[in-house]
């Protein structure tokens, strides 16, 4: 048979609770803290010293605000698909509805490195933490450099292993009990991350900030910010978890934004107060914090700092490791990655959600071999890359949601919607790349207006030539995204901007990356694809948008998942059918019609 690696998965199978073996167990405040838990840490205590003193020097806030508003124009994004499609997998559920199969497994692996792999980074940066603070603070000596880093800082590293095999332990033993840490662990964090601002101010020196800008110049605070979006992940992994919310339509949205400006605010003071205690050539670039207590000679606030970012940086590994399993889990079901990943256990009267053992197990220990053996000194870009993919084809996702082609584009593939939202993420990845690595050349100048043009022409096209759809259910309860098409386009812009910052090592790793994920797509996913093997049919039952009895041609198509301009359905039943269910109901709500 013939199998389209574009098939898209409907809407009403995504969010049907028929497929989830999962509860609806977590509250806004649980999520508010998994996000604020995921997202708060890393980037005040790892990026902050090292973007000041290698890139930005004090300009280090201004590259926070800067990737901040890149996750804001992203996160808004995120928050209406989120409302509209209440399931676990984040970006992979959200582009398989919108963009495709293939797409939804780059998004996937894109959401790898934001998870498991971001995870292991953590765990060995925490690692590394704690021989610092038992050489430096505690005065262990060289015994301790010879018993936790045999092969130098760069080679094995027990304590980062030691960690990881513990956050896996700590999500085996079940849902509950992580939910509880995290919960409290996320409260002491935000309290050690306002002490060390408050005690950075009340030491602060006008004299650390000149001069403002590092001696890479603008450039260094643009790849700052790059670098600095490392210190974001987390919002998105509330969306990784939003199959496990309560009323997540309007819980899910609110704590992604809450979320992100928590964070933004945290580390833009954070980021100041650090470059005002200390000269930035002079910032320890493992220990920021601690070390600028250490400058200023205030000892105590210094074993505050270090005792609570190596108490409450493990946290990001635990989320991280907890979001993990969610997206194979989602994927298994859809016959992307084999059943183990899909299979729930450990269910009790105490505990009804049950657990997945398995897909943690696995993810568990594949982080703890890479952040116990893989040194992290390329992959921490790369991490940052993948992820600005994924939040591009979650934008690129929401204008698919929201509009359709022009019937006056159908016999012109490359006007059509598909085709102007392709053009656009290219026009704004070679944009981004002419700049950054031939900015200065006569043909780099002509290749940048032209793509820039491009991009703008691009977003006009959108605007005018293609309508918005007419959106079943919800009415104007759930959020929704504000200036479209403009405010996606421009966040598509954003971050392919920031990914053309990188060096081109990163970004031909982060290919190939792509490329062995392509080829085990096309191997083994489409193969064994749900979707691809007779449709989403299986159980005769699904829950679908509020649709009135009178749904017109437009509706049905968005129904269906199919584009004006498309000739295939992405579920296989025929509009005669549709005409006869007269489904009345909320997404993932009352509304069920046999088929």
Not at 37 to 50: C, D, H, N, R
Not at 153 to 177: H, I, Q
Not at 336 to 361: H, M
Not at 436 to 462: A, D, E, P, Q, R
């Amino acid at each position: 048979m013939t199998r389209n690696p574009f098939l898209r998965k409907p809407i009403s199978f995504s969010t049907s609770e028929s497929q989830s073996g999962i509860t609806r167990h977590m509250t806004l405040l649980d999520l508010v803290y998994l996000g604020l838990g995921g997202t708060i840490g890393s980037g005040i205590f790892v990026l902050s010293g090292q973007i000041a003193h290698n890139q930005a020097g004090a300009a280090t806030p201004i590259c926070f605000l800067i990737s901040g508003v890149c996750a804001v124009l992203s996160g808004c994004c995120y928050a209406e698909l989120s409302a509209n499609i209440p399931a676990s997998g984040s970006a992979y559920t959200f582009v398989y509805a919108s963009c495709g199969e293939y797409f939804a497994v780059l998004a996937a692996a894109c959401l790898t490195l934001e998870y498991l792999v971001s995870g292991s980074a953590v765990a060995r940066n925490w690692g590394d933490k704690v021989l610092d603070w038992l050489t430096v603070e505690m005065e262990a000596g060289e015994w301790a450099e010879h018993l936790l880093a045999p092969f130098g800082r760069k080679g094995f590293n027990p304590l980062a292993g030691m960690l990881s095999a513990a956050t896996l332990w700590l999500l085996y033993s079940g849902v509950k009990e992580s939910k509880k840490t995290t919960n409290i662990v996320t409260v002491a964090k935000v309290g050690v991350v306002c002490f060390m601002i408050v005690g950075g101010f009340a030491l602060f020196d006008g004299d650390n900030l000149s001069p403002y800008v590092g001696p890479k110049g603008f450039s260094g605070v643009l790849q700052g910010a790059t670098t600095s979006f490392f210190g974001y992940l987390g919002y998105d992994e509330v969306c990784c978890v939003a199959g496990e919310a309560i009323d997540p339509t309007k819980n899910v949205p609110k704590a992604v934004m809450l979320t992100i400006v928590g964070a933004a605010v945290l580390y833009f003071f954070a980021s100041t107060a650090l470059t005002g205690m200390q000269p930035f050539d002079q910032i320890d670039e493992n220990s920021g914090f601690p070390g600028a207590f250490h400058y200023n000679g205030a000892t105590v606030s210094a074993q505050i700092a270090a005792i609570g970012e190596l108490s409450t940086l493990p946290l990001v590994v635990l989320v991280s490791l907890l979001a993990q399993p969610r997206v194979f889990y989602m994927m298994a079901v859809d016959g992307l990655l084999p059943p183990i990943f899909k299979e729930v256990e450990g269910r009790t009267e105490e505990e009804p959600e049950g657990n997945l053992r398995k897909g943690i197990l696995i993810c568990g220990v594949a982080m703890t071999v890479i952040a116990t053996f893989v040194p992290f000194t390329i992959l921490g870009d790369m991490i940052s890359a993948g992820v600005l993919v994924s939040f591009s084809l979650t934008d690129s996702s929401l204008l698919f949601f929201r509009r359709r082609s022009g019937e006056e584009n159908t016999g012109q593939p490359w006007r059509s919607l598909k085709g102007l939202v392709t053009l656009l993420n290219i026009c704004s990845f070679v944009c981004g790349l002419s700049i950054t690595h031939f900015g200065t050349s006569w043909f780099g100048v002509i290749i940048s207006l032209g793509c820039f043009g491009g991009v703008v022409k691009l977003t006009m096209m959108i605007d005018k030539e293609c309508p918005e759809k007419v959106q079943g259910g919800g009415g104007g309860k759930l959020f929704r995204t504000p200036y479209l098409p403009y405010l996606p386009c421009s966040a598509i812009f954003v971050n392919w901007y920031l990914v053309a910052q990188l060096e081109m090592p990163v970004l031909g790793l982060l290919l190939v990356y792509f490329s062995v994920v392509t080829v085990v797509y096309f191997t083994y996913s489409i193969k064994h694809s749900v979707g691809n093997n007779g449709g989403w049919r299986g159980d005769g039952e699904v829950e679908l948008n509020s649709v009135e009895n009178n749904r017109g041609e437009e509706d049905k198509r968005g129904l269906l998942n199919k584009d004006s301009s498309e000739d295939e359905f992405s579920l296989s039943f025929n509009e005669e059918e549709v005409e006869g269910m007269g489904v009345v109901g909320g997404i993932g709500g009352e509304g069920r019609t046999k088929i």
